[in-house]
């Protein structure tokens, strides 16, 4: 049954973004290739050499996708995967998905010249795997600003990994180009509000250039940290 592999769809309000936030829950020991037809997909190619985790969360991506699209009037649609693995939304609409070990997310709206979107799902990193990846993620002085705040390093880490992914892939579409975590810096972050800034470093095109900023926002629910970035 699709229940046992897909459940708790709900969608979710971040701040003033303007389209449908969808949020699952599924389960890579409940998936199995059957769950493709049930939820109304053929079973794609590329996945033949996949592992199992792999096939669980594309299709719970795609699923998502499939409702959250439907809200803004485009049903049935099935999601491609492009070349460049990025999403190929339809005509005039922007979109991200982000899934974890057991969590599924799909952001989208109509484009209309707004810009793209980034959403991103991470589950904690533990302390020790913090710092052994810390350098890859944020810069000498990065690190020195996230050791100064009274959260625990890992989940700010997390938080900062997260927000770097979300700015990757509200912008890839726009930029077409692979760009470093150290290609942006993160420079805000508030609590109470639940929000974040992130600057460009590295001029990809002449509309984001280094010095740009964007704003986002997060949740952070018991060892899940999500982020969002509209721009
Ligand atoms: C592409 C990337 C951002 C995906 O993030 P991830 O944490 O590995 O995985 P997530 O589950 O959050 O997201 C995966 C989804 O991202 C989407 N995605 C993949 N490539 C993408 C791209 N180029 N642009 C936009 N979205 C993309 C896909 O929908 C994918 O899911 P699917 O294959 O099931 O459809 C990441 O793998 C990556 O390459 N990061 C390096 C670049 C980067 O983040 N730079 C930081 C700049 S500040």
């Not at 590329?46 to 592992?51: C, D, E, K, M, S």
Request: charged letters at 20%; one cysteine or more; a negative charge.
């Amino acid at each position: 049954m699709l229940s046992s592999f897909i459940s708790h769809v709900e969608f979710l309000t971040i701040a003033d973004y303007p389209g449908p936030i969808a949020r699952c829950r599924f389960s890579v020991a409940a998936y199995c290739d059957d769950m493709f037809p049930l939820a109304g997909f053929d079973f794609p190619e590329h996945l033949n050499a996949a592992v199992a985790k792999r096939r669980a969360e594309y299709l719970a991506g795609r699923y998502l996708a499939r409702q959250a699209l439907a809200k803004l009037g485009c049903h049935d649609f099935t999601l491609r995967r492009g070349g460049d693995r990025a999403p190929l939304w339809p005509q005039g609409i922007a979109g991200a998905i982000s899934h974890n070990v057991d969590t599924a997310l799909c952001a989208v709206h109509h484009e209309n010249g707004v810009g793209g979107v980034g959403i991103d799902v991470e589950t904690q990193m533990p302390a020790k795997r913090a710092e052994e990846l810390w350098s890859g993620i944020v810069s000498v002085q990065e690190h020195e600003w996230l050791r100064q705040q009274p959260q625990a390093f890992e989940q700010l880490l997390t938080l900062v990994f997260s927000a770097k992914e979300s700015l990757f892939k509200a912008l890839y579409p726009q930029v077409r180009c692979y760009f470093d975590f150290l290609d942006a810096r993160f420079t805000q972050l508030d609590m109470r509000q639940q929000t974040f800034e992130l600057e460009l470093l590295k001029t990809l095109t002449p509309q984001c250039h280094a010095g740009r900023r964007f704003t986002g926002h997060f949740l952070l629910q018991g060892d899940n940290v999500t982020t969002l970035i509209h721009c």
